[in-house]
């Protein structure tokens, strides 16, 4: 509007103002279940939205050279989590937004919760056990599920609802928003997330 006599005017518009940006990129974090879905969900997302995809367990993969199931096995599962917090906080930390499938066992840690929560919407592709034990049959390449990382006696379905139960409170803490993947196609898991976060292709780069 224009100010009386002041010869000056200002550009009226209806979008509201935006806070400064932070340093760090907001990204849209998936969280879940080894089963749920969250890498292929996360692949789907990121091409909607223009975005990169990162997955922490590649990313430990690639610092670390060796596979998940050989770091369980050489650096036993403390070694492994202590790699996963020091490759998740340095991707929380990079500037481009992207959408990043979170590793399952990554909220174990308090301090990751937080950062996970503090880095963007969070959202938990939730999953029932018989459906997690029948998309990942046997576990290969899950070492939780599989000899020396489960007790052997209750075999990957019994393992895979002994895990889901330890960790549902968790996931509820960082969630933003909840998903129930077990009758949804990946496709439409990925819909119902881009429009449960709000976010459009653009977004990014507002």
Do not use: N
């Amino acid at each position: 509007s224009c100010g009386t006599g002041t010869g000056t005017c200002r550009r009226s518009t209806t979008r509201r103002r935006r806070q400064p940006r932070p340093a760090v990129a907001e990204h849209l974090l998936l969280v879940g279940m080894m089963g749920a879905g969250k890498s292929t969900v996360a692949q789907l997302v990121a091409a909607r939205l223009g975005r990169p995809h990162i997955d922490t367990d590649v990313e430990v993969e690639r610092v670390a050279g060796s596979t998940v199931s050989e770091l369980f096995s050489t650096r036993g599962e403390t070694g492994f989590r202590a790699q996963e917090s020091s490759v998740l906080t340095e991707v929380l930390a990079r500037s481009v937004p992207a959408v990043i499938s979170v590793g399952g066992g990554a909220i174990l840690d308090p301090a990751q919760r937080s950062a996970l929560r503090a880095s963007g919407p969070v959202v938990w592709l939730r999953a029932r056990p018989d459906t997690l034990a029948r998309r990942v049959g046997r576990g290969a390449g899950r070492p939780l599920l599989v000899a020396g990382g489960a007790d052997t006696s209750e075999g990957p379905a019994g393992a895979l609802a002994r895990i889901d139960g330890e960790r549902r409170a968790l996931y509820e803490e960082v969630a933003s928003v909840v998903i129930d993947v077990d009758d949804l196609t990946p496709g439409a898991v990925a819909e119902r997330v881009v429009s449960a976060v709000g976010l459009s292709p653009h977004e990014h780069s507002r």
